[in-house]
């Protein structure tokens, strides 16, 4: 790569050269070479074929995950969410050391006590920058005092849920248990929560927490129309 200093009235290829505007720099570069045809067959582009499929499988079944989890996921900044989400999948995939490159996959990834562990306090809400103390046994215990309100909410709701994930047959189950409901001003410093009641799946067994928070208007919880507070913490794989 070259850059020419002289301003001037350049066409857009000389020979095996092609010339374009970068960062208000005229550039000289060789001709790559690349076509969708050398994509496809060039061993040179191998990798990146790899790398394609993989992606692909692995972000229809993210789409899954998210529709299972649609009604506790929080609705605003939806984008950030989706992101986040591949992209912490993704490196859980590449924990499937047993599948050739191309043909990695989440699922097998999850089967891995590594691939569990980078999923445990995963928060599907990215805006969420704090950590939450959390003990999981025959109940989840948390720790309150690191939780912030967002404004103007009065009332905080806490529950635990199981998504059950059928990889063979692609169907995703979210189950819920006993909603609790606490006021602001009155959360103790640590509470307990109910496990679902247990059901039989087979697959991938995630363990959620879910913290939303409310305001009462006329005698009637309602959620805040921000959502950006809401969270959705990963407990467990199993």
Known sequence: MAI?????DYPKRIGNYVIYISREQIILR???GFT?????????????????SEFGRLSALCKTIRVALQPILPKTNNLAVVNSCTKIM????TYDTISQRGKRTLEAGLVTTEGKLRLQNYHFNP??????PVVLTNEVTLETTAIVFPKQSQYMAACVHYLH?????????????EKVFYKKREVPERISLPLPKETEGTGTIFTLLELEFYKQVKGNFIPMENDSSKVVMVLQVE
């Open 90 to 93: 993704r490196e859980v995939m």
């Open 127 to 132: 805006q969420i920058a704090y950590e939450l």
């Open 4 to 8: 020419i200093k002289t301003p001037g």
């Open 30 to 32: 060789t001709i790559s």
């Open 36 to 52: 969708s045809k050398a994509l496809k067959k060039s061993a040179k582009y191998k990798k990146c074929r790899q790398n394609a």
């Open 165 to 177: 994930c059928n990889w063979e047959t692609k169907d995703h189950t979210l189950i819920a248990a």
